[in-house]
Each structure stands twice: as structure tokens, then as C-alpha cells.
């Protein structure tokens, strides 16, 4: 239960980590959701490598469905591997917005905003990561 409050405070909504089956209350989930529908709404017309923009697309998406499968889980240790598993794929997710401006795909107002989004929500995951942590030691 210090988890949960802990994790209210720190603004990750109401579900806390024993009862996150609702993953849409976590303010992450929000965060990610609005920053995947940014990219897809950005990246919809632009011309370029279909795998790169499969792959920024997959990354960026896959945060919030990784999330989402997480809510379902029970186990600490499984909650703490999805977790590390969105950390991932926010990292490779920075990759592909770097790689895309660097190529000139993203210009640097929009790169610095989906950024400055990835950089928030990658916070917010590992803080969450370290709730998790805290109540695996107290089992």
C-alpha cells in the first residue's frame, strides 16, 4: 500500500502497482499515448525508408502496449520486466527520432518536442520501475 501512495504522489494516477489492472488511470500510459499519437500523426505523410518509419512507429507504440499488457500481470517480477522492456523501447524510440533528424525527415522544433515528451515519459517509467522495486523488497 506505500507503494500505491507513493505512486499517487509522484502522479502516476490511481491504480498503483498492486492494482494496476486499469492502465489507462497510470499518467505514464498518458503520457505515452499522446506522444505515440503525435509521432503516427506527424510521420503520416512523410516520405522516407518504410522500415525506419516502421521501426520508429513500432518503438514509440509499443511503450503504451507494453504498458497496457502490464496491466494485466499479478507478478512483481513480471511488472518490473515489462517495465524495463519500456524502457527499451523509449530508448530505441530515441534512436529513430535522432536518426530521423538527422536525415532531415524531422525538423529540430518537432524533434525537440517529441524528445523533451520521450525524455518525460522515460522518467516517469523509471520511477514507476523503482515503485515496483520498493514493493518487491517488502515481499
Known sequence: MA???RMERAGFGTS???????FKNLKVYEEAFRLSKD???FMEDKQMSRRAKEQLLASVSSICANLAEMGAYDSIPAKKQKLVTCIGEAN???FWLDLC???KIIP???????????VR???MLCKLK???EDDAKKE
Open 121 to 123: 515519459v522515460r522518467s
Open 130 to 132: 523503482s515503485s515496483v
Open 101 to 103: 533528424h538527422s536525415l
Open 39 to 41: 509521432i503516427f500523426e
Open 92 to 94: 530505441e524510440a530515441e
Open 108 to 118: 529540430q522544433r518537432e524533434h525537440l518536442n517529441f524528445m523533451t515528451g520521450l
Open 16 to 22: 498503483g502497482v498492486r492494482r494496476m489492472q486499469n
Open 3 to 5: 507503494a500505491y501512495r
